[in-house]
């Protein structure tokens, strides 16, 4: 009787070897290893002038040189409301000047760009993504505190805020006056 018990081990220990290590196959088959690179296409960027005149007066113009954005420039919507008016107004805040040139877009086709300019009298908050891919579009926000320095005790001071989204395209050329 002593005898059948080792062998009774070796066969328990043999099928727990085999259970383990059929469930380790499996998993290497099903592709759950974390270890493996996940294959995400990079965004086609060719070289050129891009840009589109919106139907509002917005519109947004840059170059791309080798995956980078320079020259950019656009002109957005905002609405405005003066700390003593009962009613807020439309106008325009044209950014770019002070864009950050140069930069790079990243392999999944989205620049994301945030600074400070003034325009138009007003110092905005400005950030700007420009998305490459199936639809090329460009997004962008200014924000513009209100600012009471420099303004007499009788001045009113306004805050102005506006978003944008348009679909651009390759080859733009802004039309001649």
Same mark, same amino acid.
């Given at each position: ?5 080792? *062998?009774?081990?070796?066969? @328990? /220990? ?18 759950? *290893? ?13 070289? =050129? ?10 519109? /947004? @113009?840059?170059? /791309? ?30 950014? =770019?000047?002070?864009?950050?040139? =140069? ?33 090329? /579009?460009?997004? *962008? ?10 303004? =007499? ?20 050329? *802004?039309?001649?006056?």
């Amino acid at each position: 009787m002593l005898s059948s018990a080792p *062998s009774l081990r070796r066969e @328990v /220990v043999a099928i727990v070897a085999v259970l383990v290590l059929g469930a380790v196959a499996c998993l290497l088959a099903t592709g759950v *290893s974390s270890a493996r690179p996940v294959n995400r296409p990079t965004a086609v960027v060719p070289n =050129g002038t891009y840009g589109v005149l919106g139907p509002r007066g917005e519109y /947004v @113009v840059f170059t /791309v040189r080798n995956r980078k954005v320079r020259d950019l420039n656009f002109n957005l919507q905002i609405t405005c409301q003066a700390g003593d008016a009962p009613t807020s107004e439309q106008r325009y805040f044209g950014a =770019g000047a002070q864009a950050p040139q =140069g930069r790079t877009i990243p392999a999944n086709g989205k620049l994301i760009l945030n600074w400070n300019e003034r325009a138009e009298g007003r110092y905005g908050q400005v950030s700007a993504e420009i998305k490459f891919g199936v639809r090329d /579009v460009f997004n *962008s926000s200014v924000i513009v505190p209100e600012d009471r320095s420099g303004l =007499g005790p009788e001045d009113a001071a306004e805050s102005c805020d506006g978003v944008s989204s348009l679909r651009f395209h390759r080859g733009f050329e *802004s039309p001649t006056p």
